[in-house]
């Protein structure tokens, strides 16, 4: 009987098909080829040299059968762990991990997590328009498209621009340079508005669209809980990110003051993180991204613990993720009893065709596709041909100038 194969090589890939993607890729003795997703907005380069100057040389050799023992020994026996850049680096080396073992089975990865639980994973899309009547416009539009969830963001007046709303079509907040633009903040004015907004957006769509709004961090506990108590007749699917979560005890004081469900998590990248506000209830969803939260094999411990507490999860999925991570969060909700929704915010069209996926979008719902492993062939040639350029979100000062959380 021959051993088992090896890891011959592990590299890393930085592509810009319509914003930037840095994947990893696994090549094995046999010539099976795992693919990962180690994209952090706008910290590309620092994952980049953590995965080839560290991580890379110490796959070599290595059995890629054995997963979990790889991701013990990458979380463990660095010394120094968690933090995005290390648990995203991680995670891009245990989705490869996964993608190689269900290639080597001839199966789809959501086949090894268990087989499906659900014919297919819901989807919620954005809509954004500066203006009220623009945003219900786009919220027809989603509809039209077959969505039944939609997350809803508006300008707000007196503003000159809000993070994540375009005032026009086509928005795409991450500029090209390496120094961000500011925008300025100011959460009076958004509490005075966001509320009426909500409002008629129910009130256009009807009972049954479920609306969900992300209030990126901005909030402190007692804004966020007069924003969930205003937000209550609009009956959200969820109101995400109301405070910045690194205090998990604020929420206690959220709790008491409304019912709006809670998701939060995006920004945090394991399992600790999470710990208080699922085993409190102080969260619904878990927003954890399969990327950055250290790859399938991490989520699925979040899962369960989050499932004791009947808490959902659903991954951060927006289109800074590349459609290997898109894949890898499918495969996982569609084997995930108590996943919530998947976030699909659609890619550029130079996205699909570099990263060439199994995984489906129809009537609003997603699927990860039968191909073995995670359904994802990248198209290196063509990925050379969209160089990286730099590109960072814009950071925000309120009034007075100080910086807020944006
Ligand atoms: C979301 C998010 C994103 C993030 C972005 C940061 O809920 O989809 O908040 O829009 O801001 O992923 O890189
Ligand atoms: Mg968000």
């Known amino acids: 009987m021959s051993g088992p194969d090896r890891i011959v090589a592990a590299e890393v890939l930085l592509t810009s098909p319509g914003r930037n993607y840095l994947t990893l890729k696994i090549t094995t003795a046999e010539g099976v080829t795992g693919w990962g997703d180690a994209t952090l907005n706008g910290r590309e380069l620092a994952v980049a040299a953590y995965l080839r100057e560290h991580l890379c040389p110490q796959l070599l050799g290595r059995d890629p059968a054995r997963i979990e023992d790889t991701w013990q020994y990458l979380y463990r026996g660095a010394y120094w762990r968690r933090g995005p850049v290390t648990m995203t680096a991680v995670g891009a080396v245990d989705l490869a991990l996964w993608d190689i073992k269900g290639k080597a089975a001839g199966l789809p990865v959501y086949q090894l997590l268990g087989g499906a639980v659900r014919d297919r994973v819901r989807a919620y899309t954005h809509a954004t328009g500066w203006e009220t009547g623009q945003l219900c416009d786009a919220v027809d539009a989603v509809r039209e498209r077959g969505f039944t969830a939609v997350r809803v963001q508006s300008g707000v007046p007196g503003l000159d621009s809000v993070y994540g709303v375009g005032r026009g079509p086509g928005y795409e907040p991450a500029a090209r340079g390496t120094v961000p633009a500011e925008e300025v903040w100011d959460t009076a004015a958004y509490l005075r508005h966001v509320p009426g907004v909500l409002a008629e957006v129910r009130a256009h769509a009807g009972p049954e669209l479920a609306l969900l709004h992300d209030a990126h961090h901005r909030l402190t506990p007692i804004e966020a809980a007069r924003l969930g108590k205003a937000l209550e007749p609009a009956d959200l699917y969820w109101l995400e990110d109301v405070t910045p979560a690194e205090n998990p005890d604020v929420l206690r004081r959220v709790r008491a003051h409304t019912t709006v469900p809670l998701a939060i998590g995006e920004v945090f990248s394991t399992l600790w993180e999470f710990q208080q506000l699922i085993t409190e209830q102080l969260i619904d969803h878990?927003?954890?991204?399969?990327?950055?939260a250290g790859g399938i094999s991490a989520l699925r411990r979040l899962a369960v613990l989050a499932d004791v507490w009947q808490v959902k999860v659903s991954p951060h999925g927006p289109s800074d993720v590349s459609p290997i991570a898109m894949a890898a969060g499918l495969h996982l909700a569609l084997a995930t009893p108590n996943h919530g929704i998947a976030e699909y915010m659609g890619y550029p069209e130079p996205a699909h065709e570099v990263f060439r996926h199994a995984w489906t979008c129809t009537d609003g719902?997603?699927?990860?596709?039968?191909?073995?492993?995670?359904?994802?062939?990248?198209?290196?040639?063509?990925?050379?041909?969209?160089?990286?350029?730099?590109a960072l979100l814009p950071v925000a000062r309120r009034r007075d100038g100080s910086m807020t959380d944006w």
């Open 286 to 292: 878990a927003r954890a991204a399969v990327t950055h």
């Open 365 to 390: 719902h997603l699927h990860p596709g039968d191909a073995p492993g995670l359904g994802v062939d990248v198209d290196e040639a063509l990925a050379a041909r969209y160089p990286y350029e730099p």
